[in-house]
């Protein structure tokens, strides 16, 4: 319990609970809605670090899984954030103007992230300096277009296991197209906005940058951690092959002690040559002594 009160004492100091104007909200987040204080409707922090810990173990799951996390975020409060926690995860982000087909159309949206990679080629061959200045001008500029729009999805070849939004209302054909995609969706949801679409809600202020900046490193966090025990159960599983070898081999550095006994066999083969030969000796003492016996 007084984990979960610091928690929500982070978010209190953070500005997480500060909900919209009551004329704008939505009724169906009144479940997430503690009250209503000088016209504006204050999110049940509780409800939120319960939200937020929930959310974690699901990202932490995919994250571990080894698929992709899209998080998407236009808004100029929440973009560089966005884009900064994303980063240092490893995953695609959106904070640009979100492409009409993304998910529903990616074949194409593939086609033209390929395209910079071709244009990356000419540069590098020379091919890139054969055309004419006017030519060279109009690459230039649709690299660069193509790089601020798609840049940060270059690395992501299919679609992504999951969708973290910022701010639903404005970011619905995402939403959208996720929905019809069958794609879970995790999402900063306000009081203005319809929690009914999305799979995990984190009722929680996505209009000031420092609530935006609390949950995004909670978030990114958990998508680290997931990576981490990736990454050591890879490591724990190349180096299982290797410790257990030297005891498959163990048993045939033992196999020459199994044939030490046939080795002397012979020994005992030697004595009873000689035995013979032990025996003859008394018997002919024997005879000679008869013999003198006789004579006298």
Same mark, same amino acid.
């Given at each position: 319990?007084?984990?979960?009160?610091?928690?929500?004492?982070?978010?209190?100091?953070?500005?997480?609970?500060?909900?919209?104007?009551?004329?704008?909200?939505?009724?169906?987040?009144?479940?997430?809605?503690?009250?209503?204080?000088?016209?504006?409707?204050?999110?049940?922090?509780?409800?939120?670090?319960?939200?937020?810990?929930?959310?974690?173990?699901?990202?932490?799951?995919?994250?571990?899984?080894?698929?992709?996390?899209?998080?998407?975020?236009?808004?100029?409060?929440?973009?560089?954030?966005?884009?900064?926690?994303?980063?240092?995860?490893?995953?695609?982000?959106?904070?640009?103007?979100?492409?009409?087909?993304?998910?529903?159309?990616?074949?194409?949206?593939?086609?033209?992230?390929?395209?910079?990679?071709?244009?990356?080629?000419?540069?590098?061959?020379?091919?890139?300096?054969?055309?004419?200045?006017?030519?060279?001008?109009?690459?230039?500029?649709?690299?660069?277009?193509?790089?601020?729009?798609?840049?940060?999805?270059?690395?992501?070849?299919?679609?992504?296991?999951?969708?973290?939004?910022?701010?639903?209302?404005?970011?619905?054909?995402?939403?959208?197209?996720?929905?019809?995609?069958?794609?879970?969706?995790?999402?900063?949801?306000?009081?203005?906005?319809?929690?009914?679409?999305?799979?995990?809600?984190?009722?929680?202020?996505?209009?000031?940058?420092?609530?935006?900046?609390?949950?995004?490193?909670?978030?990114?966090?958990?998508?680290?951690?997931?990576?981490?025990?990736? !990454?050591?159960?890879?490591?724990? %599983? @190349?180096?299982? &092959?290797?410790?257990? $070898?030297?005891? /498959? =081999? +163990?048993? *045939?550095? #033992?196999?020459?002690?199994?044939?030490?006994?046939?080795?002397?066999?012979?020994?005992?083969?030697?004595? !009873?040559?000689?035995?013979?030969? %032990? @025996?003859?000796? &008394?018997?002919?003492? $024997?005879?000679? /002594? =008869? +013999?003198? *016996?006789? #004579?006298?």
């Amino acid at each position: 319990m007084a984990k979960n009160n610091n928690e929500v004492k982070e978010l209190l100091d953070a500005g997480v609970h500060f909900g919209h104007l009551t004329r704008k909200w939505n009724p169906n987040m009144a479940p997430y809605i503690y009250m209503e204080r000088n016209g504006i409707h204050i999110i049940n922090l509780y409800k939120t670090a319960a939200k937020i810990e929930e959310a974690n173990e699901a990202l932490k799951k995919i994250a571990a899984s080894g698929r992709k996390i899209l998080f998407v975020a236009t808004k100029k409060q929440a973009k560089d954030i966005v884009a900064e926690k994303a980063k240092n995860a490893n995953m695609p982000y959106i904070t640009e103007r979100w492409p009409g087909g993304m998910l529903t159309n990616f074949v194409t949206i593939r086609k033209a992230v390929k395209k910079m990679a071709t244009i990356d080629r000419m540069k590098a061959d020379g091919t890139f300096l054969t055309l004419s200045k006017k030519e060279r001008l109009q690459v230039d500029r649709l690299r660069a277009k193509l790089e601020k729009n798609l840049g940060s999805i270059s690395d992501m070849s299919r679609l992504p296991a999951a969708l973290f939004v910022v701010d639903t209302t404005r970011e619905h054909i995402a939403v959208a197209e996720a929905q019809k995609l069958k794609i879970p969706i995790f999402a900063m949801v306000d009081t203005n906005s319809d929690p009914r679409v999305i799979d995990y809600v984190i009722p929680s202020n996505d209009d000031a940058s420092k609530s935006i900046d609390k949950i995004m490193t909670a978030v990114s966090n958990a998508v680290i951690e997931g990576l981490a025990e990736r !990454k050591s159960d890879k490591e724990n %599983a @190349a180096e299982a &092959p290797k410790a257990e $070898a030297p005891k /498959a =081999e +163990a048993p *045939k550095a #033992e196999a020459p002690k199994a044939e030490a006994p046939k080795a002397e066999a012979p020994k005992a083969e030697v004595a !009873k040559v000689e035995a013979p030969k %032990a @025996a003859k000796k &008394p018997a002919k003492k $024997a005879v000679a /002594a =008869e +013999a003198t *016996k006789e #004579e006298e």
